[in-house]
């Protein structure tokens, strides 16, 4: 559309003047094109600190919309706002054929292009009903089907390159009509974004984003509170990140006033983010950091949501306003999984001065993009430094337009010499294709027709398999073991009931190691979802190959469950160590973690039984772990994400990567470095950095009481009395308040006396010291008596009545003292009871279950 000098003189003066005014209080950026239009009305408003105008006194030139219609929304349907912004949405211009908006735009370059909808009912109709459009800015689809919710206030904000004199902004029903309640065109500083960045992956640079159209999806404040339009130069909002965290337990909030921030010429300016942003973080909890001796990467994830099929500009903010003094502070940062910065250390780019904002941009590809789009911050393994983290914000952009692989924009494709490249190019595809095809026929025909046998290949060896056979699959070369370069690993000939499985076999099963089949993140890298040639389905969990700590996590997850078999353990399949990879594949266990049907999901809450049954599979692969060979094996990392339910929601203990063999038969323990995961953790174990069984009892304690409370282990949102679950749980106990902390979800399904059963085990398990603590063995016995408790019948009077193996609850009883203290001492050894050992009580125990 032609230039509208008259659209220029009427709105320009009214919306600079209230720019003008607005910056002066604020020393604001003053944008040279400042439009802020009221659709559907004469009226003007003032949101947020600007003014906004009625477009009804539009000239015709200004305003393409034959037919349109104002709307206006009752008192009652306008949405609900602690601000002045509900008078965006009082008001529409609805479109029932083709329509536009025409700008005169004074200053080429980038402007903001923000949308605001509200469907609400009007004289014709329904909004949330009727509408469905799409939605052009300069000829560039930037919505395309939209239906709006009903009841809900969108604001979509687009930043676009204009060249012309002019901005047109199309709306076109593709449903009965299209709507706005509220357009602003503003202009944005020339260095908002520069012309390149750093692709995800592969790592590279990414040219042409200063052209680029893109669309804001998330703009996050790491910290709080949430950032209103009239505290930000270019009148945007920041929302905090609370509820886009993964693991709120391994974070906490740090501030200063902005006055501290100080900003640095050539790095951020107050127009890049406002300094509330940057005086504002997101930081690893100070009391996990304060655990120094604890040589355990920990990381915190955030989550977004973001439409499939597009890449994305991330801009990350940084500003260490935390270290008490510059290079003190290193960690890592990771994209959808991929490292993007490894060891950063913030003063580097501000030149040792601190308090100074920065911003780094990342282009993740389209083809790498998944449903959500993670974010995370991990602490470094360097010795020199703190092992910290933060982020202070976040914006997360889609590069509108972009479909490709390479995160490229979209082409023109009307021209005469796209059309004869597109020609050009299917001919010579067509030939390729066919003599590929003729090449496939001749080596098919030559190459031998090979037996056709079972896929026998694809499956896992069984436990007899630990001779010759699977040795030649090879873990190592001879029985000393052999040498393989890069990050693979040398094993003896204890390793080798598993199947060595080919990358490209891998890669079928996985679609490409496709984000889509990840259905899990660790510190040792991704889990995906696989289907084998044979519909076998596996998790294939494929490591960091820059982790020296996940090679070591490799070889012993391979040494030890090469040679372990029980039901309650998940199985070993396979690996695979080629180009230097880490791989290792499992029997798949559909119903995931543990810790995801107790609490951060929306799964239905397990019942009581479930929980008992769940808590008794994995003590028995605890007890298996602790018994079944010469010498313990502790796993020093028993946690519910570490308990993975199957499709019957058997459980099975997982992840061994931190496992250690226990003491020799004249050693109480193991002295080792203290490795495990925060709220977990056996304190004497931490103290004293000597390891035994019981330190997997104190874990697996705290693992009852997720079960008992149904909440995270740590939770710093809470008061601060009860951050710690097992500290707040077990204070509660002693005080007699086990009602209190018991899921209220199944609270009145749950038979009294094995609610009791199950608390008062639950709290042996997490004795102070490990000599106080009863065995997994105990443990186990507990809990099967907690589940027959449960199902004991309506009349059974009392515990001793109940359906129990004969004779055990009585002598279970007497076996218990009262300590000087008052409370109560369990036995350490169940087998010393008279006329009945263990193996009896287990063999009964097991006849019990299978006649069930």
Not at 266 to 294: C, K, Q, R
Not at 483 to 502: C, D, E, K, M
Request: glycine share 8%; hydrophobic share 40%.
């Amino acid at each position: 559309m032609a230039t509208t000098p008259v659209l220029d003189m009427l709105l320009l003066p009214v919306f600079v003047l209230s720019a003008l005014f607005a910056a002066a209080a604020r020393a604001a950026f003053v944008p040279t094109d400042n439009y802020l239009l009221l659709c559907g009305t004469a009226a003007s408003a003032a949101v947020d600190g600007r003014t906004f105008v009625g477009d009804a006194g539009l000239p015709a030139s200004a305003l393409s919309a034959p037919q349109s219609a104002e709307a206006n929304a009752s008192a009652g349907s306008a949405p609900a706002s602690g601000s002045g912004e509900t008078a965006l949405y009082r008001s529409a211009r609805v479109f029932p054929a083709p329509s536009a908006y025409t700008f005169a735009i004074k200053k080429a370059g980038r402007h903001f292009v923000r949308l605001h909808f509200f469907p609400f009912p009007y004289q014709s109709g329904d909004l949330a009903a009727d509408a469905k459009f799409r939605v052009t800015v300069q000829g560039l689809v930037v919505i395309d089907g939209y239906t709006p919710a009903n009841g809900t206030a969108v604001a979509r904000e687009f930043s676009v390159n204009v060249t012309g004199g002019t901005l047109s902004i199309a709306f076109t029903p593709t449903g009965k009509v299209a709507f706005v309640n509220a357009i602003e065109v503003v202009s944005l500083p020339d260095d908002l974004i520069a012309d390149s960045a750093q692709t995800v992956n592969p790592k590279g640079q990414y040219t042409g984003l200063s052209t680029q159209a893109l669309e804001t999806v998330h703009r996050i404040n790491m910290g709080s509170p949430k950032i209103t339009p009239n505290n930000d130069t270019l009148w945007r909002t920041w929302l905090p990140d609370q509820s886009f965290l993964a693991d709120s337990s391994v974070t906490e909030h740090k501030d200063v006033p902005p006055t501290a921030i100080h900003r640095a010429s050539g790095l951020a300016t107050a127009e890049a983010a406002p300094d509330m942003v940057y005086a504002t973080a997101t930081e690893f909890n100070t009391t996990l950091l304060s655990l120094s001796t604890i040589s355990v990467q920990f990381n915190m994830t955030w989550r977004f949501q973001a439409p499939l099929g597009s890449a994305y500009l991330l801009r990350l903010h940084f500003c260490d306003f935390i270290s008490q003094a510059a290079n003190t502070m290193a960690f890592n940062v990771y994209v959808g999984g991929w490292s993007v910065l490894q060891d950063y250390q913030i003063s580097v780019d501000t030149q040792g001065a601190l308090a100074v904002p920065l911003y780094r941009d990342f282009v993740l590809n389209a083809k790498d993009v998944t449903s959500n789009i993670t974010v995370t911050i991990g602490t470094s393994t360097l010795g020199n430094v703190n092992p910290d983290g933060f982020l202070n914000g976040l914006e997360i952009m889609r590069m509108v337009g972009s479909t490709g692989g390479d995160g490229a924009g979209s082409s023109q494709s009307g021209s005469k010499k796209t059309k004869i490249a597109i020609v050009a190019g299917s001919a010579v595809a067509g030939v390729m294709a066919v003599m590929a095809l003729a090449f496939f026929v001749v080596r098919l025909r030559r190459r031998k027709k090979p037996e056709k046998k079972p896929s026998s290949t694809w499956a896992a060896f069984s436990a007899s398999a630990l001779g010759s056979h699977s040795r030649s699959r090879s873990f190592g070369k001879s029985s000393s073991g052999g040498t393989r370069n890069n990050n693979t690993v040398t094993l003896g000939q204890s390793a080798g009931a598993g199947y060595r499985f080919p990358f490209a076999a891998l890669q079928e099963a996985t679609c490409g190691f496709d984000e889509g089949m990840v259905i899990g993140v660790g510190g040792f890298g991704k889990v995906y979802k696989g289907t084998l040639r044979d519909d076998t389905r596996v998790a294939v969990k494929r490591g960091n190959r820059r982790s020296q700590q996940g090679l070591n996590e490799f070889r012993t997850e391979i040494e030890l469950l090469s040679r372990l078999r029980h039901r309650h353990l998940v199985s070993l399949i396979g690996y695979c160590d080629e180009r230097g990879e880490m791989i290792l594949v499992y029997e798949y266990m559909a119903r995931g973690t543990l810790r995801s049907h107790l609490y951060d999901s929306e799964l239905p809450p397990l019942s009581w039984k479930q929980r008992l049954d769940v808590c008794i599979g994995a003590a028995r692969g605890l007890h298996y772990l602790h018994t079944g060979s010469a010498k313990a094996i502790i796993h020093r990392d028993v946690k519910s994400a570490n308990i993975l339910l199957d499709d019957s929601f058997m459980a099975k203990v997982a992840d061994f990567g931190l496992s250690k063999t226990g003491p020799e038969l004249d050693k109480t323990h193991v002295s080792t470095a203290v490795k495990g995961s925060f709220g977990y953790l056996d304190p004497e174990y931490f103290r004293r950095q000597m390891l035994t069984d019981k330190s997997d009892v104190y874990s697996f304690g705290v693992v009852l009481l997720e079960v008992l409370c149904a909440r995270p282990v740590i939770d710093p949102t809470l008061p601060r009395e009860m951050v710690n679950l097992a500290e707040w749980a077990t204070q509660r106990l002693k005080n007699g308040e086990l009602d209190s902390i018991v899921d209220q979800r199944i609270a009145e399904t749950i038979r009294p006396e094995s609610l009791k059963k199950f608390a008062d085990t639950a709290e042996k398990c997490l004795a102070e010291y490990g000599v106080g603590r009863p065995a997994i063995g105990d443990v186990l016995w507990c809990l099967e008596y907690a589940l027959q408790l449960q199902e004991a019948s309506p009349d059974s009077s009392g515990a001793d009545s109940t359906r129990v193996v004969p004779g055990i609850a009585t002598k279970f009883q007497r076996n218990q003292s009262t300590a000087s203290d008052g409370t109560e001492a369990m036995s350490a050894n169940l087998g010393d009871l008279d006329g009945m050992s263990m193996r009896r009580v287990f063999s009964k125990m097991i006849k019990s279950e299978e006649g069930r």
